[in-house]
């Protein structure tokens, strides 16, 4: 969280963050085409927010199943948006 804030005042450290972004959204479509879901940016966006709040949220909390939860719900999020193909 300290390297987020310190991007907030940093141009240069704000790109790598861009960059680093940009590499996840592209990598998370790649996994989506790989389960025969057509990506959406939403999709992928969705999944990027939600890998980051899970990993802030174990970090923070150290619980011992949160490798669980997070593969969990990564799986709930990933049947929602293949039921969602169907329509």
Known sequence: MALV????????LRELF?????GIILRAGKLLRNLNIEPTDEHC?????????MAM???ATARK??????????ETAL???TKGEGR
Do not use: I, K, W
Not at 18 to 22: G, K
């Open 57 to 59: 949220v174990d970090l």
């Open 18 to 22: 861009r960059e680093l972004a940009d």
């Open 5 to 12: 804030q310190a991007a907030d005042q940093e141009p240069a």
């Open 45 to 53: 966006y969705q999944l990027h927010a939600m890998s980051v709040g």
């Open 79 to 81: 049947t929602l948006m």
């Open 65 to 74: 199943d949160g490798e669980r939860r997070a593969a969990r719900t990564l």
